[in-house]
């Protein structure tokens, strides 16, 4: 098992000098190799490899002007030609072309052959960087692999990668479990638990309506301009840690709690494309459309979903996704499927068997009995699926 754990770095002033430069040094050489590439393609039409880059920058290491390259560690610069070489594999699996690393965005280096990691007094040693003063608010398992050291803001993380984490033993119910995503709740487990859905950005939004607004009206790259703007930033950037924060608490009670775990497999990107539609397609209820998308996006259901999975994994269990088509006008109990089972938004009500639930329960339950389908079916052909065979609790 593969984690990466994060950590907040404390560099003093002259240290967050010292990881500028190495972040400036780092996103000049990508976009040289860029150029490189791009010059020996249009002159010889050749197309060169990390491997060529790195034999160029052993050299040029040791040319005049550009001596600077050394102070920065030689890994470090490595895995730069390597960044460039993953975006040209990119492009030729049909993502755009390369961009240019701009500051704003380049934001990040990476040690890619870390061996031993030297950590006393709550201070980190970094290759060639020194010791660093970081929060280390909970200790890393496995072995060291890489480490990221991230710009994020004004403030400064690291991020351990490490390998053969050991799995956590599963203390928990060996019960299965349905679960809904939805805007109203985060998630509605097929037990009728509701997982509430803080909607940070909403809750925000006063905020940052009033700073976009006091944006609009400054001159552009004023003193004033670059301080509201740093405020929003800011503000966008606790949005998103608030939002993090509280997806790994659910994620982990979900994983801590259940041995199996069915999920709806909602195609986010189409749910989540352009209300307005295209030039040739208007789209239909575009207001209330992207008012959903908003609230969809806020809830960060796909970052969740992801969580659940791997947190899962941990504890060495296993979750299915699933197909949601009519989750939510199948009825749970008798299996008849209309539209009209659906009463209102949050009341479902067979009208053949006038069985009558919480939609959202409902819904989570028939994702838990099409996840048991997929368990069972496993379980026939013989295929280990690293379960116990799985007994449904259901409801
Ligand atoms: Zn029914």
Redesign the pocket.
Known sequence: MKLIYKYRLKPSKLQQIELLQWLGSCRFLYNVCLEQRIHVWQSFRKSLTNIDQNYELKEAKKTEGFEWLQKVHSQVLQDVTKRVQHSYQNFFRGSGYPKWAKKHSYNSFTFSQVGSLKIHNKRIKLPKLGWFRFIQHRNFEGKVKQIHVIKEGNHWYICIVCENVPKKQFMGKNQAIGIDFGVTYLATLSDGTHLKNPKFFAKYQDALRLKSRKLARQTLKSNSWIKTKRQLNKLHAKIARCRKDHLHKKSHFIALNFRHIAMEDLKLKNMTKSAKGDAENHGKNVAQKSGLNRSLLDSGIGNFRTMIAYKTEFYGNQSVRVNPAYSSQK?S????TSKENRKTQSVFQ?I??T?AENADVNAAKNILSSGSELWSSTCAIGQSVGLDAPKLALG
């Open positions: 009825c109990c008798c299996g008849f067979c053949s068997c069985f």
